[in-house]
């Protein structure tokens, strides 16, 4: 398995708090990704990030941002929590884009609850 | 906008029968389509991929896929399934080299 590490894996917090999620990859892939696991909604890219301090929206990227000063790692931050975002989160990493590899690799997923 | 779609939500086998998960996309041009796997609490693993060339590719476990350009669909095959395949099913398309679009996913039960 490639090397990816999210944390935390659980987190419990109230709304209107901040939140950080990390990624961790020592695959030194360029591309990273965070998606978003619902039910009846599958996965949904959040941001991603194809180089050191260079990122990009996805689909549902309001409410939360992303920063990449590191090839290792990819920070998510949600400023202010509310209980939408409750959701499992998942970072996958690539070397080349999802062209050239045709595989993203994925993290264990962190579970957050927003009460 | 470029998009996935999966019909089928919910699918109960039994062990031996025979499996087609359906996926739809949308969009015009080159597309690179995917079935990925994600079995009861762990994270996602790659079952085959699509890129160009023969239509019919195959993966993992048993599993193939056939890329029908005209009905813009790329179906997910096993001939006989096991209680071991039950997991969630998600189909994804690469629409512009650098970001996959995921489907809602299929969940299949297989039961002995």
């Known amino acids: 398995d490639a090397g990816i590490t999210q944390s935390p894996r659980h987190k419990v917090t109230e709304t209107g708090t901040p939140v950080t999620l990390r990624c961790h990859q020592t695959e030194n892939h360029r591309y990273m990704y965070w998606y978003r696991q619902d039910p009846g909604h599958g996965l949904r890219l959040i941001h991603y990030?194809?180089?050191?301090?260079?990122?990009d929206k996805g689909e549902v990227s309001d409410g939360y941002s992303v920063s990449r000063s590191k090839t290792e790692d990819f920070l998510l931050t949600l400023e202010s929590a509310t209980s939408s975002q409750t959701s499992v989160y998942f970072c996958?990493?690539?070397?080349?884009?999802?062209?050239?590899?045709?595989?993203?690799?994925f993290g264990e997923g962190s579970r957050l609850t927003v009460l | 906008a470029q998009s996935v779609s999966q019909h089928n939500h919910h699918v109960i086998l039994s062990e031996a029968a025979s499996l087609e998960l359906g996926c739809n996309y949308s969009y015009g041009g080159t597309v690179n389509l995917f079935w990925y796997v994600q079995y009861p609490g762990q994270h996602l693993q790659l079952l085959l991929k699509?890129?160009?060339?023969?239509?019919l590719v195959k993966g993992i476990k048993g599993f193939e896929a056939e890329f029908i350009k005209s009905k813009f669909s790329f179906n997910l095959r096993k001939p006989s399934v096991q209680w071991s395949d039950t997991a969630e099913y998600f189909c994804?398309?690469?629409?512009?080299?650098?970001?996959?679009?995921f489907g809602t996913g299929t969940r299949l039960q297989v039961f002995p």
């Open positions: 699509y890129f160009s060339g023969d239509p």
């Open positions: 994804a398309g690469d629409f512009n080299g650098d970001k996959l679009i």
């Open positions: 990030s194809y180089g050191v301090k260079d990122t």
């Open positions: 996958a990493t690539t070397g080349g884009g999802p062209s050239n590899t045709g595989e993203l690799f």
